[in-house]
């Protein structure tokens, strides 16, 4: 926060804190802080942009708490052509209409963190570093509880493309169980990093 003869003038980032405030859950909202925290962490580790990986990490979950009739309404009016499986997965369209809002409602320009809002829930072939870091720090901010969460941890300390992958893989696995929806972008970036490893 900045005092300039008298008037309290928030850090941009701090103004989109304010702003996500008001149309996130408090849960909600203090996930995408510690999601924040962990990528800026996660960025100076890997060399990624600390500033880019704030914002992604602030705003990667802004549409998260819209219903689905709202988020596929969004779609319309941002002119969004959905794929079968973005249309009919609440879990997949939050992050379609997160990079809109995050767009349009924040004024983000930067395409990096863009996509790395985009991609954060599915993944996809070829992610930027920066798309890799927020999917992680999603997955694994220390808050998170679930089967394997531990193991991508540990993972996470050796390597980031190899954590991605096991998160993708037990998301994968996760899908198949719950005889969910499986966004070909997933598909596409488990076999792309299995094939690198
Ligand atoms: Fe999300």
Known sequence: MVIKRG?????PIDALKEKLKTVLSGERYV?????????????RRFGADERKAETAGILYDCARD???????KEADKFGIILDDVTKNSPGIIHAVIGEALARFKYNINDREVLDAIRYHTTGRKGMSLLEKIVFIADYTEPHRDFPGVGDARKILEQSLDKAVLYAMENTLSHLLEKR???HLDTIDARNHYLAQR
Do not use: T
């Open 7 to 11: 008037v309290v003038l928030l850090r």
């Open 31 to 43: 996930h995408s802080l510690r999601v924040a925290d962990l990528s800026v962490i996660l960025a």
């Open 66 to 72: 819209l219903s689905f009739g709202e988020a596929l």
């Open 180 to 182: 969910m929806l499986i």
